[in-house]
């Protein structure tokens, strides 16, 4: 089970199929923002959470499949 509730963690999930350059200034905004975003979340639904983080659950995300026929082959 891959679940998260550092919003580090979850970035470094996220961000990890992009092998992108961490020491670019793209990157660093691109985590600033996120960090941003789950924080936010986080803090809005912690009421309902008891005040705990809440928790990314990766291995319940459903498969994303792709029509390579309809949006080219590459």
Same mark, same amino acid.
């Given at each position: ?7 580090? *963690? ?6 990890? #199929? ?8 793209? +990157? ?16 809005? *639904? ?6 705990? #983080? ?8 459903? +498969? ?11």
């Amino acid at each position: 089970m891959n679940t998260y509730t550092r919003p580090d *963690a979850i970035i470094d999930f996220c961000l990890a #199929p992009l092998q992108l350059n961490p020491m670019s200034d793209a +990157t660093h905004e691109v985590r600033r923002r996120m960090e941003h975003v789950i924080r936010t979340f986080q803090l809005k *639904a912690g009421p309902a959470h008891n005040g705990q #983080p809440v928790a990314v659950d990766f291995s319940q995300m459903p +498969t994303l499949v792709i029509n390579e026929a309809a949006h080219g082959y590459e």
